[in-house]
């Protein structure tokens, strides 16, 4: 069950600003009925200030919350203030979202965003353009950029989009960015893997996948591994405590050990056992 902040509740039980504004100067939309929520927010604009705001939404009591509270943080407010508030300063208005409803907030923003571009009249991909290399964001629910998830394949060893998630939470709410990440991923790993690695290099990845990344999870099982050679590709290995007596070495070893080895240092290694 998730847990609701107390503003969270007070704006859904008790929504500001409901409805419609006649003659509104901008208007904005976001959500989709098909997907299970839908916003419209009116805007009345005097003097290149937002005089008011109201929405209509259809959706969960998060929706709500994070389309009243935003018009309440829109009044009052010229439009280069407006333009710059975020999906999470909607959130933290709230005082949180749970993760799974954190595309509520995120549908805020594109609405706002829409309403604005409609007042304008403009198209805003220029405003992107003008962002540095690596800046998109690409998880809008969390404010994850695409340098972060960048940092994380390369510093943090990253090889899949659950890795990504845990190191940065990027699509643990709607999910929508999940194919870009990806996609990042498969650009950079793949960049990676074309780079050879000198012996001594691949020595040392192979001694720290085993030690970081196979030998914990052996001794969840009371077991363990040792390093004890790698020629080429031909990697050595000597199984210890309860995975030395186990019947299942043989699998243990193609099955985990060598793939865990392809996967994350070279697609040629081959796991021996040594006695």
């Not at 919350?65 to 010229?78: D, F, N, R, W």
């Not at 995120?106 to 220029?126: C, F, H, I, P, T």
Request: charge should be negative; include cysteine.
């Amino acid at each position: 069950m998730w847990e609701y902040s107390d503003k969270v509740k007070e704006h859904f039980t008790n929504p500001k600003n409901v409805g419609s504004i006649e003659n509104a100067d901008a208007i904005g939309e976001a959500g989709a009925l098909s997907c299970g929520d839908k916003l419209k927010l009116y805007l009345k604009i005097e003097n290149n200030i937002i005089a008011n705001a109201k929405f209509q939404t259809f959706g969960c009591g998060s929706a709500v919350a994070a389309s009243s509270v935003l018009t309440e943080m829109l009044i009052g407010k010229t439009l280069d203030e407006a333009r710059k508030i975020t999906n999470k300063q909607i959130a933290d208005e709230l005082n949180g979202l749970p993760p799974e409803k954190m595309h509520c907030s995120v549908m805020g923003r594109e609405a706002l965003e829409n309403a604005l571009k409609n007042y304008y009249q403009e198209d805003w991909s220029e405003l992107e353009d003008e962002q540095e290399v690596g800046s998109t964001i690409i998880c809008h629910c969390f404010s994850v950029t695409e340098q972060q998830i960048i940092d994380a394949i390369l510093n943090n060893g990253a090889k899949t989009f659950d890795d990504i998630s845990k190191i940065t939470s990027a699509g643990l709410a709607c999910g929508r960015c999940r194919e870009n990440i990806k996609a990042i991923i498969a650009r950079y790993i793949k960049n990676d893997t074309e780079k050879k690695l000198t012996p001594v290099q691949k020595i040392i990845k192979i001694n720290s996948v085993i030690e970081t990344v196979v030998s914990p999870e052996l001794q969840k099982d009371f077991g363990d591994i040792e390093l004890i050679n790698v020629e080429g590709n031909n990697v050595y290995v000597r199984l210890k405590g309860h995975c030395s007596q186990c019947a299942n070495a043989k699998l243990t070893l193609k099955n985990f050990v060598e793939t865990k080895l392809k996967e994350l240092v070279d697609d040629d290694i081959i796991v021996f056992e040594e006695k």
